[in-house]
């Protein structure tokens, strides 16, 4: 989502690391932990795509990042491009366009690799989830609950709804999480939707859950643990001050299913998903990174994409991105943690 509007609005490891030398990369030295809280690590990030081309199109506005399964990493433009990365350097190899079922341009915001390679992604239009080839070709759209569409049809907010998006263990369970809450539900609620898969690689509507999020903060990203839990990105943005970013780990599994239930304000009983913090990234070492705006940590931007990329000695390789917006004041970034999950 294209955060300045709302609110006032992978990794080679440590020795591929030491070898980056591109402007906005930071060497990792294994004797420095470079601790951002007991439970997470940051090892270097990269700006080495600010503000970039390929093939003629703009490379930004990431929104979501995956892995495809054959050495790349897919990166989701919101403006409409699906791009492959080399996972060692970042560099692009591919732009694929996308488009809805008359040819409009998407703000997609989700992006899942399904196991026989094809794409899901959410576009927080509508909101929508559809499949697509590796060529961009629609295969398939996924129901959506009346609740969640944007109004007048439904309860949203244009641009505050589908933004994560993740397979749960076993790959037959699809999650997306809504950005902010619905109309008629508490301001720092929003819903997790799921659906279940069926025949033919369809999927059907299943369990919904509430998840509640600090004061001020969306979810921009989930993704999926291989217990079952989530890693949960909460963010928000403040003129003059900078993001507010902070990682959770979350836990759906003993949720109470609010799929029939119209409004979350005041309900007894219902059990949300429970999160705990694993981090604030304000408190992350700057590793020598500048910014172009107020920011509380020069390190920080709009971060909106994640995904876990590995497991090294106990800890989750986790790669995040953030998002531009096309904007000369913000910035491209990769980010390269270590996870204790």
């Not at 559809?130 to 959506?144: A, C, E, F, H, Q």
């Not at 920011?295 to 994409?305: F, R, S, V």
Request: charged content about 20%; proline content about 5%; hydrophobic content about 40%.
């Amino acid at each position: 989502m294209r955060l300045r509007t709302v609110l006032a609005t992978f990794t080679a490891g440590l020795a591929a690391a030491a070898c980056l030398t591109a402007a906005g990369t930071a060497n990792a030295d294994p004797r420095v932990t470079n601790a951002c809280s007991p439970t997470v690590s940051i090892d270097r990030f990269s700006d080495v795509l600010d503000k970039t081309t390929y093939d003629g199109t703009f490379v930004g506005n990431f929104s979501a990042l995956a892995l495809d399964g054959r050495g790349s990493l897919a990166a989701l433009s919101d403006r409409s491009s699906l791009f492959g990365l080399d996972a060692r350097t970042l560099a692009p190899r591919k732009a694929v366009p996308l488009a809805d079922e008359n040819g409009a341009a998407l703000d997609s915001e989700g992006l899942v690799t399904d196991r026989d390679g094809t794409r899901l992604i959410s576009s927080e239009t509508e909101p929508s989830v559809r499949r697509y080839s590796t060529d961009g070709k629609i295969l398939d759209r996924l129901p959506v609950p009346a609740a969640l569409l944007v109004a007048p049809a439904g309860r949203a907010t244009a641009n505050q709804t589908f933004e994560g998006l993740t397979l749960l263990p076993g790959g037959r369970t699809l999650l997306a999480s809504m950005e902010y809450a619905i109309s008629g539900d508490s301001t720092n609620t929003v819903r997790f939707q799921t659906w279940t898969r069926t025949r033919g690689n369809h999927f059907r509507l299943a369990a919904q859950y509430a998840y509640r999020t600090d004061t001020g903060l969306g979810v921009p990203e989930v993704q999926a643990l291989p217990d079952g839990r989530l890693l949960v990105l909460e963010r928000g943005f403040t003129t003059g001050v900078g993001n507010t970013v902070r990682l959770y780990l979350a836990d759906p599994r003993h949720a109470t299913d609010t799929s029939g239930m119209e409004n979350l304000t005041g309900q007894d009983g219902v059990r949300p998903v429970k999160k705990t913090l694993l981090t604030d990234m304000v408190t992350c070492p700057s590793l020598g990174a500048t910014a172009r705006q107020p920011q509380p940590n020069p390190l920080l931007d709009n971060i909106e994409g994640m995904v876990v990329t590995g497991y090294s000695k106990g800890r989750a390789k986790v790669l995040l991105v953030s998002d531009d917006n096309q904007n000369a004041v913000q910035t491209t970034r990769f980010y390269y943690l270590r996870v204790r999950v």
